[in-house]
């Protein structure tokens, strides 16, 4: 069935680390993807969205681009601070079920000052 | 802007017990989510409604009923809480369908004893 996993639970950087997130999606059809980020006691937000291959979403300094060849849609951010401490999901839509979105499990990235 | 209010914050119940979750929102979305989240397994759908009086089971509904009377508000009911169940319960809101950004509220984090 359609997936989406993130292969990282927990990451740990330092401020001003690169970060990269892993997100790769099985899918039957053409999917948007999408990044949302959970800050402790909120619910999520979204981040941003693409919808088609090679787009490049982003926001607040964070960017994903979606590579259909490598059903990836990878998160990265140049220089992390302790602020971007959260977790952050990923997740699928497609369009057979027009309002059902698949989030995968969640990866917490802890940024030590 | 817009909010959801979930409530109650925190809810505790008893084993067999008949609990509901109550979700309000002011942004006039036409479609509404329960999901719940437990802690390393992402998020996942139990309802959706994509309007006043609509109901669509998601992947996770046995043992829950939902209600939608009215446009701005989505209640979830766990008909028969079960024993040492914790888990966060998420309501989000979105003017579409899943290609469109969710907001989300807060939560309500339930224990059973």
């Known amino acids: 069935g359609d997936s989406v996993t993130q292969t990282e639970g927990q990451v740990a950087l330092s401020e001003e680390d690169f970060l990269t997130i892993h997100c790769n999606y099985s899918?039957?059809?053409?999917?948007?993807l999408f990044w949302y980020v959970q800050y402790p006691g909120e619910g999520p937000q979204f981040l941003f969205r693409?919808?088609?291959?090679?787009e490049k979403g982003s926001s607040r300094g964070f960017e994903a681009t979606y590579d259909k060849g490598t059903t990836s849609f990878h998160l990265r951010k140049a220089s992390v601070q302790e602020s971007d401490s959260a977790v952050y999901y990923c997740?699928?839509?497609?369009?057979?079920?027009?309002?059902?979105?698949?989030f995968g499990k969640g990866t917490h990235l802890h940024v030590l000052p | 802007g817009g909010i959801i209010t979930q409530t109650p914050k925190f809810l505790i119940g008893q084993e067999g017990q008949k609990l509901t979750l109550k979700c309000q929102q002011n942004f006039n979305h036409d479609t509404m989510y329960w999901y719940r989240q437990d802690s390393g397994k992402g998020l996942r759908l139990i309802y959706y409604?994509?309007?006043?009086?609509?109901?669509q089971k998601g992947d996770l509904s046995e043992g829950y009923d939902a209600s939608r009377e009215k446009k701005s508000s989505f209640s979830l009911t766990v008909t028969s809480a079960q024993k040492n169940e914790m888990a966060v319960f998420l309501c989000a809101s979105s003017w579409g369908n899943n290609y469109a950004e969710q907001f989300f509220g807060p939560g309500t984090r339930l224990t059973v004893l």
């Open positions: 693409a919808s088609r291959d090679k």
């Open positions: 997740a699928l839509a497609l369009g057979t079920n027009a309002y059902k979105v698949i």
């Open positions: 899918a039957s059809g053409y999917p948007a």
């Open positions: 409604s994509i309007t006043e009086n609509d109901l």
